[in-house]
């Protein structure tokens, strides 16, 4: 049993680790675009095998209940994202945009992304987990310069600078929490360790623990897209390839807040410390409401996706600010399906834009009747991601907002203005897009609705039914965030 | 308790502080070079005398990555760099001195002031180290805000990194110390070295980040 899971947890870091190794070998975008696909679909089948043998935590690794379930999210969504990106490519390569030896370069930067995620994921030292975030930042910073134009330099070049901001303020706070813990726990390898960590968390300083998790929020919270820290976000995602769009919104930013969530747990540990949810309340309802306001004069359709996966992280980060079971248990849900319809949204939208060959929303008109399938498609995310009935995004901002109403009159309201804000920004935006007259170049793409199908699908699903140990996992989880 | 150990580790974070205020004011890009590879010395004897006082030797490989990569490789490129661009002779219109000088100063008085009270009970070495390298840190800050030129604000940057290195080597026993200088320093040598200032320069004629900021979304439409 064990070491079924001990070879599990190994393929997750050896299989994208080596598949990026390799495909800096392969010349054929093809076959390169295969192997990408297969090497997730592995990582993927490791993932899942985790529910199965369960290793036991070592100095560096460990699976619990928490990282368990966003291992799974990471590598499906990043299998359906190959599928995505082996459809995408070949389009960018007969427009000429990308060339082959670029292409060699994205896939293996893809695998790394993934290798760096899991780590990030699978990490039982802080020290570790800030080593692996950074090295995600890394990658994407190189991603998103793909395309070496002008915008794409400056988005990256920002995404650089903010990027490392935000990482260096967290290594400050990660060597603070060290600094807590070694007086505690003794020096080395065990006071970096979350197991330990964890179990001696009330006996550390708190105004050390307070220090340092301001420095962390701040740091991780950068990489996560928190206002007033979200200045890379929109440009990064508008500027890079498509399929690191998805993989930016859908995976990374909740990757960050991960980070942000244990260190919360420690803080929750130790009673005489700093309470942690007034402080994410305020940064999760700072983002919301900016990004719901900022989304009516977005003119490009990156761009205002963006802007809304800034919203809903905010929402994200507010309800685990308000803490408590039903909260924290409606923050896992919606990190779950916002990463699913998010990055479904922009499976649509690299095709749409490949198809009118332009990101601006005023030149795009009538989808529906030119691209059915991506019209369709488009109508049916963004009715998701807007928070409507009967998709699973309804049921955790639902959530969020009950549980908020209970204890927090007040704040609800904020919190349901922003949330009615971007409701009607998006979804007079995508009226504009989905229907009216069709005008402009109209290039037919192969597009497959595969991956799209499976995470509306998966968000609808949710929706309407949860399965009972699906549900019992996530309880169990909220009780473990405090 | 104050042994000679530890007033030689206080005499080198101080003087990592004192180099950063001479980043500060300097105006002439190879001058700032200069300036940061003093920058990155000092920082390679202040990590090799914690390694020597706390007789931890990974940290003499800390003190050698900083030496090696810092203080002369990095420089040497960037030196090579600024030459090939034909920016050396350049001036940096640098605000008013006595106005970052003035910052600077508060920045550091912030720095003293927040972290003496919180770490009371911590070993005092770890303890001062501490707030000198948060002082580094928020120089490295105030050099980036200020300055416009990419190749300043990579210096910026680094000086910022060479504070949280010190930080890493204060706090005593810290495991994977080794493991993030090298992850930074590779992260910032790929990035900026590699990637960066030739394409920028390339896309448009000048590391002036005024001349991007003309290309943010609003003016484009």
Known sequence: MNALGMLAMTALLGVPAGAALLLVLVPGYRLGARLNVGATLLSLLAALSLFGARPEANAYLRVDDFNLYLIVLNNLVSFTTSLFSASYIAHELESGRLTPQYLRFYHAMYQALIFAMNLALLANNIGLLWVAIELATLITVLMVGLYRTRAALEAAWKYFILGSLGIALALFGTILVYLAAQPVIGQGLPAMAWDQLLAHAAAFDPALLNLAFVFLLLGYGTKAGLVPLHAWLPDAHAEGPTPISAVLSGLLLNVALYAVLRFKMLMSANPAALAPGPLMIILGLLSLLFAALMLYRRGDIKRLFAYSSIEHMGIITFAFGMGGPLANFAGLLHMAMHSLTKSAIFFTVGHIAQARGTQRISTIRGLTTTHPALGWGLVAGVLAIAGLPPFGVFTSEFLVVSSTFARQPLLALLLVLGLLLAFGTLLWRLHGMAFGESQGANTPVRSSSLPLLLHLGLVLVAGIWLPEPLVRWFQHVAALLG | ?221
């Open chain 2, 1 to 221: 308790m104050h042994d000679l150990g530890f007033d030689i580790a206080h005499f080198l974070a101080g003087g990592m502080v004192v180099t950063s205020f001479l980043l500060l004011y300097q105006a002439r890009l190879s001058a700032l070079i200069n300036v940061f590879a003093l920058h990155s010395l000092v920082l390679t004897l202040a990590v090799g005398w914690q390694a020597f006082i706390q007789h931890a030797p990974h940290l003499y490989v800390t003190a050698g990555i900083a030496l090696v990569f810092k203080a002369l490789m990095i420089p040497t490129a960037l030196h090579r760099i600024v030459r090939r661009l034909g920016i050396h002779r350049t001036l940096e219109v640098v605000g008013g001195v006595g106005r970052d000088m003035l910052a600077g100063a508060a920045l550091v008085a912030l720095a003293i002031l927040v972290m003496l009270p919180v770490t009371a009970t911590a070993d005092p070495l770890a303890r001062e180290d501490l707030a000198f390298a948060l002082a580094v840190v928020l120089l490295g800050l105030l050099l980036m805000v200020t300055r416009q030129n990419a190749v300043s604000l990579v210096i910026g940057f680094m000086s910022l990194e060479n504070g949280l290195v010190l930080a890493a080597a204060g706090a005593r026993g810290m495991p994977l110390a080794v493991e993030i200088s090298v992850a930074f320093s590779v992260l910032i040598a790929l990035i900026v070295i590699g990637i960066f200032l030739f394409r920028i320069r390339e896309r448009f004629d000048s590391v002036d980040m005024q001349a991007m900021d003309a290309f943010r979304e609003e003016r484009r439409r």
